[in-house]
């Protein structure tokens, strides 16, 4: 049925805002939601998509531009709010989220797969300097949907649920020389460039290009830097570097590299 085809758009990504929407034709969730809540209602609303079937909002970290409108939605809208318990006591924390948690903050646990209604998510943990960290993979119809964003270095664990997705959001946050000669102080070129920070162009290709397996159908880009990055600069990398391996670019796997403060298309998946 048409309606059961798995979708995917990203309203935002980056330090601006973050928030991808992953669901079907009558509803889905919400991996992060750094953007205001009345901007999430209109593109939802673009995409046939009532804000009423939103069915949680899943977490990666206590970051503001990840949990922006995280109070609002659900506390005021009743939209069940899903995080490790370390990253809630991050966001009860956090300034910038105005309506503090209640009866809307669900836990998850890294590792340990929670299912709402035919969504099936699995946190796992990611290296990132915010209070807790976790990328999810979200499996619909025997489909993987993979979201790696705000991650220092891709270890085991991230690989191995790379390795498996079908559908894949990694971050390429950075090209290294436009970071190195930009006008970032030492200390926050060096907090970007660490172990916790994020992951730069040349490291996703690499791996994206050491690891490609046949079953990985999409790849985006995303969480691209505003003063370090470029979408071309990031799409080409990965597709230089995956050509070199034989492996051709709009045949054997599409690539997109998401805008920061503009949706993207509406993906339907076969």
């Known amino acids: 049925m048409v309606m059961d085809k798995l979708r995917f758009i990203s309203f935002a990504s980056g330090s601006s805002g973050n928030c991808y929407f992953i669901g079907n034709a009558v509803h889905g969730i919400l991996i992060d939601a750094g953007i205001g809540v009345r901007t999430i209602k209109k593109r939802l609303k673009e995409i046939g998509i009532d804000f009423s079937q939103i069915l949680g909002v899943f977490v990666t970290h206590d970051h503001i531009d990840h949990i922006k409108a995280v109070g609002a939605l659900g506390e005021v809208h009743h939209i069940p709010i899903y995080a490790t318990r370390l990253v809630h006591e991050g966001i009860s924390k956090s300034y910038g989220v105005t309506v503090r948690l209640n009866a809307s903050r669900k836990y998850v646990e890294k590792n340990e797969t929670i299912s709402v209604f035919d ?115 990031a799409h080409d990398e990965v597709q230089h570097l995956l050509e070199e391996k034989g492996i051709v670019v709009g045949q054997q796997v599409q690539l997109f590299a998401l805008e920061r403060t503009t949706p993207s298309e509406l993906f339907i998946f076969e």
């Open 119 to 233: 969504f099936h998510v699995t946190p796992f943990a990611v290296s990132h300097d915010g209070t807790d960290n976790v990328g999810y993979t979200i499996t619909y119809q025997g489909k993987r949907f993979t979201v790696a964003t705000d991650l220092g270095y891709i270890s085991d664990q991230v690989a191995l649920h790379i390795k498996r997705a079908n559908y894949l959001v990694i971050e390429a946050n950075y090209d290294e020389q436009m970071l190195l000669t930009g006008h970032y102080p030492a200390y926050l070129k060096s907090r970007v460039a660490s172990k916790t920070g994020h992951l730069d162009n040349k490291e996703t290709a690499e791996f994206l290009s050491e690891n490609y397996h046949e079953g990985l159908d999409y790849i985006y880009l995303c969480h691209l830097s505003k003063d370090n990055n470029t979408p071309q600069k």
